[in-house]
């Protein structure tokens, strides 16, 4: 899709008509001005659009929603404020009131059904949440999360969201650039698996173009692809989805820190080759799920190169070190991948969600993807239709997820970026270093973490004294969920756990909030230690 198209000339400017509008259905000037009414006892239908003279009482709404919003942020940022009140599902039916009513209710009750929504609501802004790749609240992405909104629109075509679409290439170019591709082709994704499964989806075509429209027919044989045992489970669904089944997705063994061995890629790839079957797409890992370890992707690059495969990187976690002088190296190599999933809304700390896929060669994504819906992509529309980029996913809507990370980069500059993502890492390396101070309450998994990730056993202290190794890890893997559940009760803490391979369940401390200060990490090992002393 690289030829321009020309605007239609019957719709071209000079023949748009220059009357002005009729200003019979505006509201008189004065009814701007006047103080709203008391709001309370008020129905939507006293706002706009049922009362078009409702200006001042739809303002004083909003302003009372925006005035919700803005405490619980507040209250968010508040290190002496919990960060959940947690009450199990049949509690909280209890003390919420859910049931759609049959008659309007006054907007008094709509605004404190906004109050209750975020009372229970898990703060994940909170200095101390330390529970998922995507933590923290940025203050100007949430901004253009409420400009996004009121601005309602669908990014499938340039005919809808003019502004935003363009503020969608130059980001998604600038991102290419970063990556170091010298030209291609971006989109945004609802999340990282989709954009995982769009990498998939595009080598599928590349390499088997006819499969598009024939289907398995096309193909010659049992198609295979390639990840990391600790790879997503994403790929897993894409391989599911795309018909391939989930024996088809190798799982390549990795190392004791968790980078996919290469010279087991090579092996691999020869074995399935050698069983018939017909591999197509390698994806490495630029900061593993758990443990945060990025792939050597020059080895993995070599692997491709050498058997004529597409290599795709999953940098949906790790993609932000990027943006970092002092961390980029962990993905030296990239710039050889023929695709990569990165999410902005996890290292860069973008408001969920913000997921995008990059691919090296321009064009391929909408060959792969396109339908040609007459209603939605008319090729003689008055505008240069290569702007419409909705045809170029599989999906039709498209949430508006660009603004807010457009307005968040212009708020910080690459600069900007570069000091959030080495503070995150600074961090990290603060709570490691404090940790190694304490070997006797916390035992680290990953003691040199490559991303924030910082994997560790907290040990109470019954087991301190015990020899370390398997029979110490069982119990410790029995434990670190009802220390997961003091902390969830007490509300002052959440880290997430999990097993890995033969390790029991341990801690994952992730770290992707620009909240988090020193202070929250000597706040996190004593309140690890005061919780779970006694178990
Ligand atoms: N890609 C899913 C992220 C999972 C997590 O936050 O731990």
Redesign the pocket.
Known sequence: MSSARSVSPALSPAHLCDRPVSPSHRPPKEDYDRPAREIAPLHYTDLLPFNILGGPETREFLLRVAEVSIDYIRETFDRHAKILDFHQPEQLKEVLDLEIPAKPMVLEQVIADCMDALKYQVKTGHPRFMN???CGTEVVSLAGEWVTAAANTNMFTYEIAPVFILMEKVTMRHMREVIGYKAGDSILAP???ISNLYAALAARHKMFPEYKKKGLMALPGQLVMFTSLHS?YSLMGAAAAMGLGTDNLIEVPVDEKGHMLPSELDRLIQEEKGKGKVPFFVCATAGT?VMGAFDPLHAIADVCEKHKLWFHVDA??GGGVLLSKNQRHKMAGVERSNSITWNPHKLMGTLLQCSTVHFQEDGLLISCNQMCADYLFQQDKPYDVNYDTGDKVIQCGRHNDIFKLWLLWRSKGDEGFEKHIDHLFDMTAYLVQRMKQHPDKFELLNDEPECTNVCFWYVPHRLRTMKAGPERHKILGEIQPILKGRMMTAGTLMI?YQPLDHHPNFFRN?ISSQAVRREDIDFMLEELDRLGYDL
């Open positions: 998922q790749l995507s999340g990282g698996s997503h799920t949906a976690w997430g992730i």
